[in-house]
């Protein structure tokens, strides 16, 4: 069967989903409450910065398989699926998730079913939600249309978001009935067609491998800052190391960069929110090493200030900073718990003049820091520098010329908060070269 597709929430993960799904041969239409935003995609104009997801969306809108649309009475009656990819950040002041904007959703949504239809969470949630969710579907969905609960937590990476929706590495999903595997096995089939591993199971395990792999994930970065923050104090090499342990297949090199660390609108809040939610459960103490994996990832931001500060001479008063990068990592435009503009405003509240430069996510730093100077180009970022800063490892970064960077600023330092420069070709050119765990 063609089944007609409803996104819920058209943000980072919503525009991705609705776009890629439109390209797999379904009939799409995206729902949000922001009008702007829903009449940017209808109009082909992506709000956000994602690498060949403006083509995949105009193709898709011109073919007619794309709408968008800020009615819910319009999405009831246009879909079989309805995926829920609602924001769930963290509720301010504490470490738990704000989940309302599901609740919102589906209290929107469900007096509107007309249809036979399943709803979909792909959100990321506290383990527990997908039930209450169901049970609230069950009471608020008019009886007859089944509406019912399944639960699909998504795994795509920023900067590879296309890729990643039309060949995921895994699919799991939580059920609570075979018809809603049925339905789900239909909807990926071409995926499941490639070989993509499925892993069926109930709603609190499949709530719980997206945090799980999360919390792995940011504890492998977690680890290899420790060892950083050792090598520092033993005058030893963290980026040999890691190269290292790398050929270890049981290690790996995928996640071991060490660096400043990291951030975005998942990694953080998800962490902090799994805490939260074992706290809940009584089951606290499986996750305290947690709490480390946070503190040691907030250090490495201390730490690239500080050593900025004993690059500047003891002190940022007088001197001028240039922080290339904003985005919480290349190929993207969000800031969200950027660790490139949190060190960048800590400069700036010690006194330090601080012209960033980004080259998508300069905008979005811009309105949420009107305070610090921008730059159009790093050259112009970095004139008249007396510290140049390395945040987020754009390509254009890695391959900047030493030499034409070092005609501009005021004095040749940097610190390379990603190791992603070649140490011997900036020292060769005259640069103070310092790197995060590196002598
Ligand atoms: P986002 O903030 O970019 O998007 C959320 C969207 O929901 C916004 O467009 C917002 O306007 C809309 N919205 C809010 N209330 C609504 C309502 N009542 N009805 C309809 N729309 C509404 O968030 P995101 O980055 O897309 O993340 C969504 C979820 O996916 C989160 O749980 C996140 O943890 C998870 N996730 C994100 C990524 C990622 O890379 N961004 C990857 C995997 C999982």
């Known amino acids: ?76 009656a246009f879909g079989d699926v309805h995926f829920l990819c609602l924001g769930t ?172 660390g990291f951030g975005g609108g998942c990694l953080p809040k998800d962490i902090r929110a799994f805490m939260a939610r074992a706290g809940e459960l009584g089951a606290d103490q499986a996750l305290t090493f947690l709490r480390e994996v946070d503190a040691i990832n907030k250090r490495r931001r201390n730490r690239m200030v500080d050593l900025a500060r004993e690059l500047a001479g003891g002190s940022f008063h007088g001197c001028t900073v240039t922080v290339l990068g904003a985005a919480f990592k290349p190929n993207s435009d969000d800031i969200r718990d950027s660790p490139a503009l949190d060190v960048a405003v800590k400069i700036s509240e010690q006194g330090g003049r601080v012209t960033v430069y980004d080259p998508v996510a300069q905008e979005n730093a811009r309105r949420a820091h009107p305070h610090l100077s921008y730059g159009d180009s790093a050259l112009e970022a970095a004139r008249d520098s007396h510290v140049v800063l390395l945040l987020t490892e754009w390509q254009e970064f890695v391959e900047l010329d030493p030499e034409a960077l070092g005609a501009v600023v005021a004095s040749r330092k940097i610190v390379d908060g990603r190791n992603a420069l070649d140490a011997e070709t900036w020292r060769a050119a005259g640069w103070h070269y310092r790197a995060l765990g590196r002598p």
């Open 89 to 260: 950040p963290q509720k301010p002041g504490e470490y738990g998730a704000d989940v309302s904007y599901l609740d919102a959703a589906i209290e929107s949504l469900a007096p509107h079913l007309k249809r036979e239809c399943l709803v979909l969470g792909k959100s990321t949630v506290p383990v527990g939600t997908a039930q209450r969710l169901a049970d609230k579907l069950a009471r608020l969905a008019p009886i007859g249309t089944g509406a019912e609960l399944a639960w699909n937590p998504e795994f795509l990476r920023e900067g590879f978001a296309v890729k990643d929706t039309l060949y995921p590495d895994r699919i799991v999903l939580g059920v609570a009935s075979d018809r809603a595997e049925k339905i789900m096995r239909e909807v990926y089939a071409s995926m499941l067609e490639l070989g993509t591993p499925i892993v069926i199971t109930d709603y609190p395990t499949a709530e719980l491998v997206k945090v799980a792999a999360n919390a792995f994930l940011a504890t492998k970065i977690s680890f290899i800052n420790a060892m950083a923050e050792v090598c520092e104090a033993a005058h030893a090499d963290v980026k040999q190391l890691s190269l290292a342990l790398s050929f270890d297949d049981r290690i790996g090199g995928k996640f071991l960069n060490p660096g400043l």
């Open 1 to 76: 069967m063609a089944y007609r597709l409803t996104m819920v929430g058209t943000g980072y993960l919503g525009a991705t989903t609705s776009a890629c799904m439109a390209e797999l041969g379904f009939e799409v239409l995206g729902v949000d409450v922001d009008a702007e935003k829903v009449a940017r995609l209808q109009a082909g104009d992506l709000p956000i910065y994602e690498p060949g997801l403006q083509e995949v969306l105009r193709r898709n809108l011109a073919n007619g398989r794309l709408r968008f649309t800020t009615s819910y009475e319009e999405a009831g």
